[in-house]
C-alpha cells in the first residue's frame, strides 16, 4: 500500500506537465507519476512496439517523455481529467501497472506483452462498455477506397461526427457493417442518419467474417495512402478520435468481407424522417429516434470490393 499511497500522493498535486519519480519503486526498475494538461497516470521505460489502448475512461500507451532535455520512451497508463474524482480508485490500477515485483518478473511480463497485461485488467474491472468493433470502420475505409477507385471525389468524415460516414459534394454514403452470417438488420442511430443532405444518399451493407487471412484496418491505411495518396497523418488522426490509436491491437485484427450491398436511400427505402411527422417535424420532446431498418425487405446491389483489397 506504501507505493499505492505515494501515486495518491503525487495524484493530488494538480501541477501539469509535470514528471514525478516514485521513490518507493526499486531504482532498478524506475516508474514516474506523471501530470498533463488533460490527463494523469504513471510510466514506465519501454523499449517495445507501439502500443495504444482505450477503454472507458483509461488509455495504455507508448510515447517519449522528457527527462532533463533528453527523450526517454516510456509505456504510460493514464486517466482522463474528466474522472479525477477517482483518482484514487486509479491508482490501485496504477500500483498493479508499476510494481516490479520479485526480480522485475512483474514488469518485464508488462514490458514484453503490454496488451495482454491490458487485456487480463479490462476483465478484472469488468467490461462496463460496448467493445469497439473494428470491422465497422475497416467498412468505412473498404467502401472509402472502393468509392476512390472509381473516381470519385470523397471524403472520409465519418470519424469527425458528421451525418454520414462518406461525403462527396452531391451524393453521400452511410455505411453498415456486420458479424452476422444471415441477417441484414441495420441500426440507425439519430434522426438525421438517413435524410439527405445532398441530391443523393446512398447505403452499403458490408458482412464480415473474423479471419485470419483476411484484411485489417492497418491493411486498409497502407492501401489508401500508397494507392490514392490519401495522409497517413490525416487517418490516423481521424482513427484515434475512434480510439484506435497507432500500435492499437484493434487495428490488426482481420476479417474476410464476403458481402457488400448498395442501397439508394429514397422514398422506397423504410425510414423515419421528420416528415412523417405532424407539421413536419419530430414532435416536441423527443430528443433522439433510434430504430433497426431490415434490409432484406429492398433490394440492394451487389458490389465486389473484395478482389480489390484481399
Not at 476483465?123 to 468505412?140: D, S, W
Not at 440507425?188 to 435524410?195: A, H, P
Not at 423515419?272 to 433490394?299: C, H, N, W
Request: glycine share 6%; charged share 25%.
Amino acid at each position: 500500500m506504501i507505493i499505492t499511497e505515494e501515486i495518491r500522493k503525487c495524484f493530488a498535486n494538480r501541477d501539469v506537465d509535470i514528471v514525478y519519480p516514485l521513490e518507493n519503486i526499486i531504482s532498478r526498475y524506475p516508474a514516474w507519476v506523471v501530470h498533463f494538461q488533460n490527463s494523469f497516470g504513471v510510466a514506465v521505460p519501454y523499449r517495445g512496439n507501439d502500443v495504444y489502448e482505450e477503454f472507458a475512461n483509461a488509455v495504455l500507451y507508448s510515447h517519449e517523455l522528457r527527462f532533463n532535455g533528453e527523450g526517454r520512451r516510456c509505456l504510460l497508463l493514464t486517466s482522463s481529467r474528466e474522472v479525477e474524482a477517482f483518482r484514487n480508485e486509479f491508482a490501485l490500477f496504477c500500483r498493479d501497472f508499476v510494481f516490479p515485483g520479485d526480480d522485475g518478473k512483474l514488469r518485464r511480463e508488462l514490458t514484453s506483452d503490454p496488451v495482454s497485461w491490458w487485456k487480463r485488467w479490462k476483465i478484472l474491472i469488468g467490461n462496463a462498455i460496448a467493445e469497439k468493433r473494428p470491422y465497422a470502420v475497416l467498412g468505412e475505409l473498404i467502401i472509402y477506397g472502393h468509392l476512390l477507385r472509381n473516381g470519385a471525389a470523397v471524403d472520409w468524415t465519418g470519424p469527425n461526427s458528421t451525418s454520414h460516414d462518406i461525403v462527396a459534394p452531391d451524393v453521400e454514403y452511410e455505411i453498415k457493417s456486420t458479424l452476422s452470417r444471415y441477417d441484414r438488420i441495420v441500426h440507425i442511430s439519430g434522426q438525421f442518419q438517413l435524410q439527405n443532405a445532398a441530391e443523393r444518399l446512398f447505403l452499403y451493407f458490408c458482412r464480415f467474417e473474423k479471419n485470419m487471412n483476411g484484411i485489417c484496418i492497418d491493411d486498409m491505411v497502407k492501401k489508401l495512402v500508397d494507392d490514392y495518396g490519401i495522409s497517413l497523418n490525416e487517418l490516423n488522426k481521424k482513427l484515434g478520435k475512434l480510439g484506435y490509436g497507432v500500435g492499437s491491437s484493434a487495428r490488426k485484427e482481420k476479417y474476410q468481407i464476403h458481402e457488400v450491398l448498395r442501397y439508394l436511400v429514397d422514398d422506397q427505402f423504410p425510414r423515419i424522417t421528420p416528415e412523417m411527422f405532424k407539421a413536419g417535424a419530430i414532435p416536441a420532446g423527443i430528443r433522439q429516434l433510434s430504430y433497426d431498418v431490415d434490409l432484406s425487405v429492398i433490394e440492394g446491389k451487389n458490389i465486389d470490393v473484395e478482389i480489390e483489397y484481399i
